[in-house]
């Protein structure tokens, strides 16, 4: 049975998705046809009333000479402007270009334009255009936008001018008559008709330029510099390939089900012009009324198919699920109770004979409706397309939804969507429903209603008949709609001019969109909430992230600090250790040089003196060669003193850089700090191995002193050295033995402007690439093995730049060709 059931909905499935495919198909044709048709009339209607403007008697006496007749065309055009509404310009100009009558519609309402302000447009190519015609011709503009002042006008304002001759009774020319057609009420036709279908709609000129399309931005691209190359061919090339070479058809792409036809919306008669994009510049000339054509283009995405697919064939899941539990179930009855074996199988029958019947009546709903409301989560989108699918499968005048508030005693009812005919229109806030207290009372205790005939329906009083027949109403059926959140609301089907007598099948079939509609309404009010939640939840993780990058930066910024905090205490203590005892040995160098020079001197007098020593004495001087102890000796003495001497420079050095003494900002010589830096790095920099061995070279300017926190400084130096030593030898070693290359670190420092100096630490190493460079100041990050680099030294580095003196930092690197840091700080921190 599950077999069977399976295969029997996986046909059913397969089926309603050909047919709706097809019905998405046919329905996309018959709306571009709509569409065209509606473009023709359109073109249609202006040029009936550019003939019925022409042949006016006004005209007649105006080019007799009787020119007090100007006003009373004045008030025609006027008159005739106010009704319709749909020209932005209606003007009457002799053969010289000069306006005789201009009825201006600005901000809704017709304006005549005064003698003084009338203009000469001889040098319009409209004009040009429409005075060479003969009698009965029209001349017809471009759909593009009007131009003022060498520019387009802003807002933008699409426009046609059809334009036409004007004689006299003798046959001879005499002036033109001009309407500025607005396209905007043209192009708003042409998406009125495509409103509740699937596909977007497109109108494209010949040269598939967007006249309308699916977003503002696509739109005249012709009349911009800057988009003269965003057309929908580029867009969609293989799909223009056969657009502009078919007059119409039906394409599917993997951009989705694309329907075109081509409108021509000239008559005879009619000559087209190629317009021009400037005010004051000549058109290109007429063109063939066949090459004056627009292409229609409507895109169904291949998103709609798949969601109206997976839609469905979760229901059918969820159907078959619900049958073969059932089918379960009856299977363990019959097996736990066979003495009701008979009566089981019975019941059985009928409940799937119920099951078939609710899913035929499901299917005929869920094929209009329940795969678009499925679809969207949004209440508003839900309403809508409920009541639009509604009034479309019943065929009824109108459909409305409203929400029933009850406050004390009295209700109160608010139109929230309304779908019907377009000679039925009312205003969105009005229903017979709150108008009528016996319709909202029944709604809310039975809720229910069906009213066949409103006129001999029993439960009506005579007022609340004649109410209803006033509003043309004849027949409703409203049904009451609560939703889990405690709101109420109301599906109200109503017919007018004809009495309808409502089905068993119409009215089970209102019930069962409203019970899909409670759960839709349950089911949006449900994802606002969620959507809420995840909001919430969505700062509060962005909050805890912000809280954690944050404690990574303090432990960095403590580890490192704890750690040069001790390294400082160790060099100080070391320095002050080895300070005494050097002191000790330099000064008494210079005592030990005098006394070994007298003892030298005299043993010189005692030569001069004896000169022939005695035996024992001479043996003596020759075992321990004293005449190169008098020239060594000396020498040894120079030796130690430079030594001590070298030893007292890196003693000052390491308090130098320590400096445990300035934790507060003080005035210092920035070279100072490098050189001190440097000179605790002199082992790394002068290897054993020539290979290794690193070139300092340094361009110090003469530089101020610096407000700065000296002991932070040297460690931002001895970070940076550090690294540009490590960054060498890793590119030194890589090479081969033979080659001769030699490490660098330029050190170059110089006043950036008046109040700030720059440090500029650049090396040959190997490099960084972009993605680790974006990384360098992260805390913990490292490109060094495991044990050798902690990740901190340029993350406190930077935050020592920024944040204690207000400077900047940056890091200049390409793999394979060194690094360069730059450093800017303030001469003088202000506060």
Same mark, same amino acid.
């Given at each position: 049975?599950?077999?069977?059931?399976?295969?029997?909905?996986?046909?059913?499935?397969?089926?309603? @998705?050909?047919?709706?495919?097809?019905?998405?198909? /046919?329905?996309?044709?018959?709306?571009?046809?709509?569409?065209?048709?509606?473009?023709?009339?359109?073109?249609?209607?202006?040029?009936?009333?550019?003939?019925?403007?022409?042949?006016?008697?006004?005209?007649?006496?105006?080019?007799?000479?009787?020119?007090?007749?100007?006003?009373?065309?004045?008030?025609? #055009?006027?008159?005739?402007?106010?009704?319709?509404?749909?020209?932005?310009?209606?003007?009457?100009?002799?053969?010289?270009?000069?306006? %005789?009558?201009?009825?201006?519609?600005?901000?809704?309402?017709?304006?005549?334009?005064?003698?003084?302000?009338?203009?000469?447009?001889?040098?319009?190519?409209?004009?040009?255009?429409?005075?060479?015609?003969?009698?009965?011709?029209?001349?017809?503009? *471009?759909?593009?936008?009007?131009?003022?002042?060498?520019?387009?006008?802003?807002?933008?304002?699409?426009?046609?001018?059809?334009?036409?001759?004007?004689?006299?009774?003798?046959?001879?020319?005499?002036? %033109?008559?001009?309407?500025?057609?607005?396209?905007?009420?043209?192009?708003?036709?042409?998406?009125?008709?495509?409103?509740?279908?699937?596909?977007?709609?497109?109108?494209?000129?010949?040269?598939?330029?967007?006249?309308?399309?699916?977003?503002?931005?696509?739109?005249?691209?012709?009349?911009?510099?800057?988009?003269?190359?965003? &057309?929908?061919?580029?867009?969609? *090339?293989?799909?223009?390939?056969?657009?502009?070479?078919?007059?119409?058809?039906?394409?599917? &792409?993997? !951009?989705?089900?694309? &329907?075109?036809?081509?409108?021509?919306?000239?008559?005879?008669?009619?000559?087209?012009?190629?317009?021009?994009?400037?005010?004051?510049?000549?058109?290109?000339?007429?063109?063939?009324?066949?090459?004056?054509?627009?292409?229609?283009?409507?895109?169904?995405?291949?998103?709609?198919?798949?969601?109206?697919?997976?839609?469905?064939?979760?229901?059918?899941?969820?159907?078959? %699920?619900?049958?073969?539990?059932?089918?379960?179930?009856?299977?363990?009855?019959?097996?736990?109770?066979?003495?009701?074996?008979?009566?089981?199988?019975?019941?059985?029958?009928?409940?799937?004979?119920?099951?078939?019947?609710?899913?035929?009546?499901?299917?005929?709903?869920?094929?209009?409706?329940?795969?678009?409301?499925?679809?969207?989560?949004?209440?508003?989108? /839900?309403?809508? &397309?409920?009541?639009?699918?509604?009034?479309?499968?019943?065929?009824?005048?109108?459909?409305?939804?409203?929400?029933?508030?009850?406050?004390?005693?009295?209700?109160?009812?608010?139109?929230?969507?309304?779908?019907?005919?377009?000679?039925?229109? +009312?205003?969105?806030?009005?229903?017979?429903?709150?108008?009528?207290?016996?319709?909202?009372?029944?709604?809310?205790?039975?809720?229910?209603?069906?009213?066949?005939?409103?006129?001999?329906?029993?439960?009506?009083?005579?007022?609340?008949?004649?109410?209803?027949?006033?509003?043309?109403?004849?027949?409703?059926?409203?049904?009451?709609?609560?939703?889990?959140?405690?709101?109420?609301?109301?599906?109200?089907?109503?017919?007018?001019?004809?009495?309808?007598?409502?089905?068993?099948?119409?009215?089970?079939?209102?019930?069962?969109?409203?019970?899909?509609?409670?759960?839709?309404?349950?089911?949006?009010?449900?994802?606002?909430?969620?959507?809420?939640? +995840?909001?919430?939840?969505?700062?509060?993780?962005?909050?805890?992230?912000?809280?954690?990058?944050?404690?990574?930066?303090?432990?960095?910024?403590?580890?490192?600090?704890?750690?040069?905090?001790?390294?400082?205490?160790?060099?100080?203590? @070391?320095?002050?250790?080895?300070?005494?005892?050097?002191?000790?040995?330099?000064?008494?160098?210079?005592?030990?040089?005098?006394?070994?020079?007298?003892?030298?001197?005299?043993?010189?007098?005692?030569?001069?003196?004896?000169?022939?020593?005695?035996?024992?004495?001479?043996?003596?001087?020759?075992?321990?060669?004293?005449? #190169?102890?008098?020239?060594?000796?000396?020498?040894?003495?120079?030796?130690?003193?430079?030594?001590?001497?070298?030893?007292?420079? /890196?003693?000052?050095?390491?308090?130098?850089?320590?400096?445990?003494?300035?934790?507060?900002?003080?005035?210092?010589?920035?070279? !100072?700090?490098?050189?001190?830096?440097?000179?605790?790095?002199? $082992?790394?920099?002068?290897?054993?191995?020539?290979?290794?061995?690193?070139?300092?070279?340094?361009?110090?300017?003469?530089?101020?002193?610096?407000?700065?926190?000296?002991?932070?400084?040297?460690?931002?130096?001895?970070?940076?050295?550090?690294?540009?030593?490590?960054? %060498?030898?890793?590119?030194?070693?890589?090479?081969?033995?033979?080659?001769?290359?030699?490490?660098?670190?330029?050190?170059?420092?110089?006043?950036?402007?008046?109040?700030?100096?720059?440090?500029?630490?650049?090396?040959?190493?190997?490099?960084?690439?972009?993605?680790?460079?974006?990384?360098?100041?992260?805390?913990?990050?490292?490109?060094?093995?495991?044990?050798?680099?902690?990740?901190?030294?340029?993350?406190?580095?930077?935050? /020592?730049?920024?944040?204690?003196? $207000?400077?900047?930092?940056?890091?200049?690197?390409?793999?394979?060709?060194?690094? !360069?840091?730059?450093?800017?700080?303030?001469?003088?921190?202000?506060?």
């Amino acid at each position: 049975m599950s077999v069977l059931l399976g295969a029997v909905l996986g046909g059913l499935y397969y089926g309603k @998705i050909r047919a709706e495919r097809t019905a998405i198909k /046919i329905s996309e044709i018959r709306k571009i046809k709509m569409q065209a048709r509606v473009i023709v009339g359109n073109f249609n209607l202006v040029l009936s009333d550019l003939m019925v403007l022409s042949e006016q008697i006004e005209f007649q006496e105006i080019l007799q000479g009787t020119n007090e007749q100007n006003s009373t065309l004045a008030e025609e #055009f006027f008159s005739f402007s106010q009704h319709k509404k749909i020209y932005d310009k209606i003007r009457f100009l002799d053969t010289t270009g000069q306006e %005789i009558v201009r009825v201006d519609f600005n901000s809704d309402r017709p304006n005549i334009i005064p003698q003084k302000q009338l203009q000469f447009q001889l040098k319009r190519y409209w004009f040009y255009e429409t005075l060479g015609l003969n009698k009965g011709e029209v001349f017809v503009s *471009p759909l593009d936008l009007n131009i003022e002042g060498e520019k387009v006008e802003q807002p933008l304002k699409p426009i046609i001018r059809f334009g036409t001759p004007v004689f006299d009774e003798r046959g001879k020319k005499r002036g %033109i008559i001009i309407l500025n057609y607005f396209g905007k009420k043209l192009l708003d036709s042409f998406v009125q008709v495509s409103y509740g279908t699937p596909g977007q709609s497109m109108l494209l000129n010949a040269d598939g330029y967007w006249l309308k399309g699916a977003t503002k931005s696509d739109e005249w691209g012709f009349m911009f510099l800057d988009r003269q190359n965003h &057309t929908f061919g580029k867009v969609f *090339p293989e799909v223009w390939k056969q657009v502009s070479q078919r007059e119409s058809g039906q394409l599917q &792409t993997s !951009e989705g089900l694309f &329907t075109y036809t081509t409108v021509y919306p000239l008559l005879e008669g009619q000559i087209p012009n190629t317009g021009s994009r400037q005010a004051l510049t000549s058109a290109k000339g007429q063109i063939n009324p066949r090459s004056y054509y627009w292409k229609i283009v409507s895109q169904v995405p291949i998103e709609a198919f798949d969601l109206r697919s997976n839609g469905l064939l979760l229901e059918l899941l969820y159907l078959y %699920i619900g049958l073969v539990g059932a089918t379960g179930i009856g299977s363990w009855i019959l097996a736990k109770a066979s003495v009701h074996r008979q009566m089981t199988e019975i019941e059985l029958t009928k409940s799937q004979a119920r099951l078939l019947e609710l899913a035929e009546r499901e299917n005929l709903l869920k094929r209009c409706l329940s795969s678009q409301i499925r679809n969207s989560l949004e209440l508003d989108k /839900i309403l809508s &397309t409920a009541v639009a699918e509604v009034h479309k499968l019943l065929q009824i005048e109108r459909c409305q939804f409203l929400w029933c508030y009850i406050e004390d005693k009295s209700s109160r009812f608010e139109l929230s969507h309304e779908a019907c005919r377009g000679d039925s229109l +009312t205003p969105l806030g009005s229903s017979p429903i709150e108008k009528v207290e016996m319709l909202s009372q029944a709604i809310i205790q039975e809720k229910f209603l069906q009213l066949d005939n409103v006129l001999t329906d029993a439960r009506l009083d005579s007022a609340s008949k004649d109410f209803l027949q006033s509003l043309g109403l004849t027949s409703l059926v409203a049904v009451a709609i609560y939703t889990h959140s405690n709101r109420l609301g109301v599906l109200v089907c109503q017919q007018t001019k004809d009495v309808r007598i409502w089905s068993n099948n119409e009215v089970e079939l209102i019930l069962g969109v409203a019970d899909q509609l409670a759960i839709a309404i349950d089911q949006a009010e449900l994802y606002n909430q969620s959507r809420a939640a +995840t909001e919430a939840a969505t700062i509060q993780a962005e909050k805890l992230t912000k809280a954690l990058l944050q404690l990574q930066q303090t432990q960095a910024q403590l580890i490192q600090t704890e750690k040069m905090s001790s390294l400082g205490q160790v060099v100080a203590g @070391i320095a002050h250790e080895i300070n005494n005892p050097v002191n000790f040995i330099y000064g008494n160098l210079n005592h030990i040089k005098q006394d070994i020079q007298h003892l030298l001197e005299l043993i010189k007098l005692y030569q001069n003196s004896y000169i022939i020593p005695t035996p024992e004495i001479q043996a003596y001087l020759e075992s321990i060669d004293l005449d #190169f102890i008098a020239e060594d000796l000396p020498k040894m003495i120079t030796s130690m003193k430079m030594g001590s001497d070298r030893i007292r420079q /890196i003693v000052m050095s390491l308090r130098n850089f320590a400096r445990l003494e300035e934790a507060e900002i003080k005035s210092v010589n920035i070279h !100072e700090g490098i050189d001190s830096s440097l000179l605790i790095l002199q $082992h790394r920099l002068q290897e054993k191995s020539p290979k290794l061995q690193i070139e300092i070279i340094k361009y110090y300017s003469n530089l101020p002193k610096v407000e700065c926190y000296p002991g932070q400084l040297n460690q931002v130096f001895m970070n940076l050295l550090n690294n540009a030593i490590d960054a %060498i030898e890793a590119l030194l070693l890589m090479l081969p033995l033979s080659t001769n290359k030699q490490g660098q670190i330029v050190i170059c420092t110089e006043m950036s402007d008046s109040k700030n100096i720059s440090v500029k630490i650049k090396d040959n190493g190997v490099g960084m690439n972009e993605e680790v460079k974006k990384r360098i100041f992260d805390p913990f990050f490292t490109t060094k093995p495991i044990g050798k680099g902690t990740g901190l030294g340029l993350s406190i580095s930077y935050q /020592i730049i920024t944040e204690k003196h $207000h400077g900047t930092i940056e890091c200049l690197s390409e793999q394979g060709k060194g690094t !360069e840091f730059w450093i800017k700080l303030p001469v003088q921190q202000n506060g």
